[in-house]
Nanobody
Framework: QVQLVESGGGSVQAGGSLRLSCAAS????????MGWFRQAPGKEREGVAA????????VYADSVKGRFTISRGNAKNTVYLQMNSLKPEDTAMYYC????????????WGQGTQVTVSS
């Protein structure tokens, strides 16, 4: 009965910023890992960022390090992805994920929100 709903996607010029939000429900307290994945046309889905506050671990794909920041709300039912210095190669559908295993996979997924970065 887990639901993840993303929002905040849109179109932006290179160098701009977007903030994605994910509202989660039905997650147990043991579901500590939350993350963001993306999939560009013709490419495989890839992990972008993931965090596990209990383990004190946050991990980012090399391609977004220093530009993206993942964070979680105090109630632990919301996760954010702040994306700065966006590049055209960041264009993709972005998916919120729960019960993740670092940047490799996850158990639960949202429907996705489109991010388009123009050059």
């Amino acid at each position: 009965q887990v639901q993840l709903v993303e929002s905040g996607g849109g179109s932006v010029q290179a160098g701009g910023s977007l903030r994605l939000s994910c509202a989660a429900s039905g997650l147990g307290y043991s579901s500590n890992c939350m993350g963001w994945f993306r999939q560009a046309p013709g490419k495989e889905r890839e992990g972008v960022a993931a965090m596990n506050p209990e383990a004190g671990v946050t991990v980012y794909a090399d391609s977004v390090k220093g530009r993206f920041t993942i964070s979680r709300g105090n109630a632990k039912n919301t996760v954010y992805l702040q994306m700065n210095s966006l590049k055209p190669e960041d264009t993709a559908m972005y998916y919120c994920a729960a019960d993740c295993l670092s940047l490799r996979e996850a158990t639960y997924w949202g429907q996705g929100t489109q991010v388009t970065v123009s050059s």
